[in-house]
């Protein structure tokens, strides 16, 4: 089984984030995430705020064989830039940039001139773009005169093999499903690993994949577990808390079995159970929030070479 493992929420300085992805494809994690498309961030205003395609790139240069993504929020692009940004990743650095799509939005985002649109125009806005961007990576000139997406006779260039780039998307409500079955090799399972809630979350999709002729079974799973090994459950719940303010509205005990606490070698055979119990192609360890010392404690608690 492949690991993923994730590194989000700027509590990490560049110098740290550089050491403990270089540890993670050490110990032989197949992914790492970082922190993706923002602005601001509102709870911590004074805290630094890397760009995640800048820091992205710089991690593929500075690594060897793990592959990095972060979130590209389509909101923040133009669908054109984003293909092309994404056929030069592959250029560079061949199979290793993870392309991680969304719609998310935060209010402080005005602050930069990003204007907040209702979800409905995103996900439409997301449609059109991965339209676009397949049709770029195809090697065609592309015109499009959308709602959302203008393009006048675009091309990018070099074309990456195949003419095609796996897309992640990341989606969790059933009005983003639609948008899963007709564009994206991967689907990142935006809930906790609750099982009766990730099946109700994948019976909209597997109707969405019909409706378009596609079979569900081609999407692979991905879904970020979080993580505080060698803590107790009820620390590991109250981090989870503070980390993933939209879950809000899941009760506690329905976490409980969600979530990895305690020693390592539990940790892994859940990783293992939840990893059978929902169809996942890869899970993802979700240290979000964890400094450098705590990031890098777990990483060697949970060597990923152990679940092969």
């Known amino acids: 089984m492949r690991l993923g493992v994730a590194f989000t929420w700027h509590t990490l300085s560049w110098e740290e984030r550089l050491e403990l992805v270089t540890l993670a494809e050490t110990l032989g994690y197949d992914t ?16 630094p705020v890397l760009d995640g395609w800048t820091v992205t ?66 996900i439409a806005r997301l449609d059109e773009s991965l339209d676009a961007m397949r049709a770029l990576w195809r ?15 675009a ?28 564009h994206a090799d991967l689907w990142n399972v935006n809930l906790p690993a609750i099982p009766a809630r990730v099946a109700a979350a994948a019976a909209p999709l597997a109707q969405a994949c019909r409706a378009v002729g596609r079979d569900p079974g081609e999407i692979r799973r991905r879904l970020w577990i979080f993580a ?34 305690g020693e390592s070698a539990a940790c892994l055979e859940r990783i293992a159970f939840l990893s059978r119990a929902l169809d996942l192609e890869m899970p993802v360890i ?18 990923a070479g152990e679940m092969v």
């Open 228 to 261: 505080r090994p060698g803590r107790s459950p009820a620390e590991t719940l109250g981090e989870f808390r503070r980390w993933n303010p939209w879950f809000a509205a899941i009760p506690d005990a329905e976490l409980a079995d969600a979530l990895l606490a």
């Open 57 to 122: 790139t710089a991690l593929l240069a500075r690594t060897a064989r793990i592959r990095v993504g972060s979130i590209r929020l389509v909101q923040h692009w133009s669908a054109a830039r984003l293909a092309q940004l994404a056929a030069t990743a592959e250029r560079l650095f061949p199979g290793r940039h993870q392309l991680f799509v969304s719609i998310g939005d935060r209010p402080e985002d005005r602050a930069f001139g990003l204007p907040l649109r209702p979800a409905a125009e995103r």
């Open 139 to 153: 090697g065609e000139s592309v015109t499009r005169r959308g709602a959302h997406v203008t393009l006048d006779d």
């Open 32 to 47: 790492a995430y970082v922190d993706g498309d923002t602005s601001q961030l509102a709870v911590r205003r004074d805290a």
């Open 286 to 303: 979700d240290l979000s929030g964890l400094d450098a010392a705590g990031t890098r404690a777990a990483l060697e608690s949970l060597p």
């Open 155 to 182: 091309r990018v260039r070099p074309v990456p093999p195949g003419g095609r780039i796996p897309v992640e998307v990341a989606a969790k409500g059933a009005a983003l499903m639609p948008v899963v079955a007709r």
